[in-house]
Structures are given as C-alpha cells and as structure tokens.
C-alpha cells in the first residue's frame, strides 16, 4: 500500500514496516535544509566528489557531470561543500530565507 | 487426557518448548531461568528439536536475535529473568511495535540492588509498559499451558504481539509438581504452522523492519498499536475456551476462587494465588465470606472485567509482589483502583505488599489480610491503605 501524508493511523502498515522500497524518495528531506548548497559551474571541475559523498543522493549526475542538485531531498548538510577540493570551492552554502520553507510532509 | 509427569516449573517450560518445536531459541542464561536454557540445549543437541539455538553473548543480543529471527518469518522463543530483562529494555518495546509474534519464558526475580536472586515481579512489572503481553502462571501446569497458549496468541493474525509467560522464580521454576501434559502431535496441531506476516525472507517483496519514523506518522503508529489490545483480549479468552476443550483446562483472563457472593476479596498475580485459595478454604469453613480474584492476563489489563467481577464485596485487599517507588501503592493496586472508579459503589481498597526478593508468604499471612479487611467492613475505618505483609518490625 502506499503511505500518504493524510493516511490515517488505521491505514498504515501494522508494525510501522513499508512495504513498498524506495519509499525514501517521497520523503521530503529537503524541508530540514536551512544552508543551501549553490554550485558555480565555472568553477566545477566534475570530479564528482560530492556526488559520492552526499549521503541524500541530491547531487545530480548525467554522463558523467553534474546537472544540478535535488532540493527536494538535499538537507543542507554542506558535506558537498566541504569535500570540494579547497582550491576549486564550487560549493558555497548560502543561507535559506525563512519564509521559503515550507511545511513538513503533515 | 494427557499424561501425568513430575517436573520442575522451568523443566515443564522447556517440555513445552520442546513440543512446540519453535525455529529459532536465542538466550542467555540467568539464575532461575538458566535450566530452561540447559534443558531446551540437550533437547537441541538430542535431536529432539528442528530449532536453531543461538548462544548469544547477553540478554540484549539474545532479543535482538529473537527480532531478526521473527522478522524473517521464523517462530521464535526466549527465556530469562530479572537482569536479563533489564538488559533486553530498548529491544522489548521494539519487538512490541514491530508486533513480532515472540514468546518469552519470564521466570519472575527481583531486580535488585541489593544482590537478590529470589523472586517478585520487579523485573515484568518494569516491562508492563513495553508493548508484550502479560500472562501470569501460578504453577508449573499453567506454565505450560501458558506458554503452549501464547504461541497461538502471539501469532494470531489480529495480535501480532510479542508474549511473556511469567512464573515465580524458585517457587515454581525450581519446585516439583505434578502436571499434566499433552501429546507432542496434539500440541503441534493446536499450535499449527506460523503464518508469518511481512516476512523478511520474502525475496519477492522489498519490506523495511524498524524505519526511521519522526513527528509525522510515529504518532499514528503508536495509535495504531494500542487498538490492538482490547482485541488481544477477546483472542485470549477464546484462545483459552479452545485449549479448555482440548487439555479440559480453560483459562481466561482471571480467576474468581469463590468470588460471587464474597465480600472481602484478595487480588493477586502468580504462585501466591495458590496460597490463598488455601487461606479462602480455612475461612469459608468458619463462616467468613472470602473470595479471591487472581489475575491471569496483567497485559492487556482487563479493567471492564475487573470492574465488573469485583463489584460486590465490600473490602478488597491487593496483593503486589512489587513495589512503584514512589508511586501510590505496587503497580496492580494502582491499576485496580484506577478499574474500580468506573463502578458507582466504591468498596474499601486497600494494597498489601509482600514478598519482595523471594520473602515467604504463607497462608496465615493472607489469613491476616482477610481479618483486616473484616475490621475495616466492621468498623468503616482504614488505618492504612498501603500495607506490608510479612516484614520484619
Ligand atoms: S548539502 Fe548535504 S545533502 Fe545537500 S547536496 Fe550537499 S551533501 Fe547532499
Ligand atoms: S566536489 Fe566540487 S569540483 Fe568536484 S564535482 Fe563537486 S562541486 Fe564539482
């Protein structure tokens, strides 16, 4: 079955399993983030760094480059930004206006 | 009718384990549960079993084993006592909101400090709270009856709830009693085959066990887990009426011992049961008009039931083989007197604790809590409504 943000408390799944895998995706993590990553394409080199070490998998790769970065899930966890080779400095965490964030998957 | 045997409580828990053949046995041994480890090992090293027996290096291990192992889809059993249960905490209320249908042997001990292996109920009260049900045995037939029944209990598809089946540590673990037991085939098919739910060895399903579960649904699963308990208890009840027809032993969610038209009445839990049904023979031969209610089923808590069947009497004395630091009187008074308030009359209620690190209690001492409650009917007066049994000074 699948678990919405209104099911209610009879509907879920008894013993608070999912039964249903890659549920994680729906879950919109993003709603944490109060740093955003931004990236600077010209400073990029690709060496795909953050792409591994994002533990939300927000960092989006086509062919080997970057695309973009997923704010529905990234967290702002700024692991992306630190492991960017010091001398490149892509990433910079700039701060999210308050009124930008919305509510949470209630 | 089965066959009449001499055994030890703990050697009656493990012959139930026996016949009821479960796939996975995790355990650690503690003083007084260790024989039924021993024993159900020389079963597993006889051949006599199909289980797998985990050895594991503490209490905690072994649950968490028992939780991967049901969560697989295996039926699942453990056993320990006191310590070990203190040491299973985190895991107990994780087996409960997983509804993992595991059946545990509690062989009741203090808790301590001080340093006491000797029995009260420390250990299950502390694990009231915790998701398990609660079945409490006062000798060794009901052990076995109890743990035979929890299998059925714990997996029927509307529970889904981990079992513990409680005994006195030493009074009935280690003392030898006559009991009757069934035949392996007929316990085998009264149990029948586990149907397991959601079982992680389902290679064609993708199920997560113990997710994260923040502010938005853990809420509405810990709902979702209470509305189970009332229908535990119906389960219980019927499960009980159906092993009646079969052992000629039915078992509900108490015991009334003389309880209809007594007027002072004692409440208790476990192996004291027995004392006092003695007590309530001695003073019903005098002419006393003394009944006793023992409890079967602490979790669920049968409040309805329990407010209903002790509606009469006037007096009533709870006994509690532990104590709520703190709190207003030993956990079963609190809950009784919280059951009683629903009923227009209130009779006197007062708490008796006694037994506490393996403490004799002996019929002259219930003997004296039935005299006490006459006093109060007689005069009106209590003096003290929580009340030590057997202490010295
Ligand atoms: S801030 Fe954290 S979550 Fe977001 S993209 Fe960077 S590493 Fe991933
Ligand atoms: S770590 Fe820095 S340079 Fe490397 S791919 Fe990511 S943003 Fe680009």
Same mark, same amino acid.
């Given at each position: ?106 | 009718?089965?066959?009449? +045997?001499? $055994?030890?409580? &703990? ?28 024993? #159900? ?28 192992? @049901? ?58 709270? @915790? ?27 509307? +529970? ?58 853990? #809420? ?7 509305? +189970? ?7 219980? +009840? ?6 009646? @027809? ?24 476990? @192996? ?52 709520? #630091? ?6 079963? #008074? ?8 629903? &009923?227009?009359?209130?009779?006197? $209620? ?5 037994? $506490? ?23 009106? &007066? ?12």
């Amino acid at each position: 079955m699948k678990v919405k943000p209104d099911t209610g408390w009879r509907d879920l799944p008894c013993g608070g399993v999912i039964v249903e895998p890659g549920s994680a995706a729906e879950y919109p993590t993003g709603d944490w983030r109060t740093y955003r990553p931004t990236r600077d394409e010209n400073k990029c080199t690709n060496c795909l760094l953050c792409w591994i070490c994002c533990p939300d998998s927000s960092i989006m790769v086509e062919d080997g480059r970057i695309i973009g970065i997923d704010y529905k899930h990234c967290k702002g966890c700024g692991i992306c930004a630190q492991v960017c080779p010091p001398k490149i400095k892509a990433i910079m965490m700039v701060e999210e206006e308050r009124s930008s964030s919305s509510k949470g998957p209630m | 009718m089965g066959k009449v +045997v001499a $055994l030890e409580g &703990n050697q009656a828990a493990a012959l139930a384990m026996r016949q009821i053949n479960p796939d996975v046995v995790a355990a650690y041994p503690i003083t007084p549960q260790t024989e039924v480890v021993q024993e #159900f090992s020389q079963f597993v090293a006889d051949g006599l079993v199909d289980t797998e027996l985990i050895a594991v290096e503490s209490e905690h291990s072994a649950m968490s084993a028992c939780i991967g192992a @049901s969560a697989s889809g295996a039926r699942v059993m453990t056993a320990t006592s006191a310590n070990g249960m203190a040491l299973m905490w985190e895991v107990l209320y994780i087996a409960a909101s997983a509804r993992l249908p595991i059946v545990m042997a509690l062989v009741n001990r203090a808790l301590p400090g001080n340093i006491n292996i000797h029995c009260d109920h420390s250990d299950s009260m502390g694990a009231r709270d @915790s998701g398990w049900l609660q079945l409490f045995s006062e000798n060794s037939q009901e052990v076995y009856d109890n743990l035979i029944q929890a299998v059925r209990i714990a997996e029927h598809l509307d +529970v889904r709830l981990p079992v513990m089946v409680c005994y006195d540590g030493f009074i009935i673990s280690h003392a030898v009693e006559c009991l009757e037991v069934l035949e392996d085939d007929i316990v085998r098919n009264f149990i029948g085959e586990l149907e397991p739910v959601n079982p992680l060895l389902d290679t064609d399903r993708f199920i997560t066990y113990g997710p994260l579960d923040l502010y938005d649904f853990y #809420f509405e699963h810990k709902r979702q887990q209470m509305e +189970v308990y009332p229908t535990a208890k119906q389960v219980i +009840v019927g499960i009980g009426k159906e092993f009646g @027809s079969l052992a000629g032993r039915e078992y509900g969610l108490y015991e009334g011992y003389l309880l209809d038209d007594a007027e002072l009445a004692i409440v208790t839990l476990g @192996s004291s049961a027995g004392t006092a049904k003695e007590a309530v023979d001695h003073l019903r031969s005098d002419g006393l008009p003394v009944g006793m209610l023992k409890l079967r089923c602490f979790r669920p808590f049968p409040n309805t039931e329990i407010a209903q069947v002790l509606s009469r009497p006037k007096a009533i004395a709870v006994l509690d083989r532990s104590v709520s #630091f703190g709190g207003f009187g030993g956990p079963l #008074f609190t809950e009784i007197r919280s059951a009683m308030f629903e &009923n227009e009359t209130s009779p006197h $209620l007062l708490n008796y604790i006694y037994g $506490l690190g393996g403490r004799d209690i002996d019929v002259e001492d219930i003997e004296g809590v039935y005299k006490d409650l006459q006093r109060v009917v007689d005069t009106g &007066n209590v003096e003290r409504i929580i009340n030590y049994v057997g202490l010295r000074g």
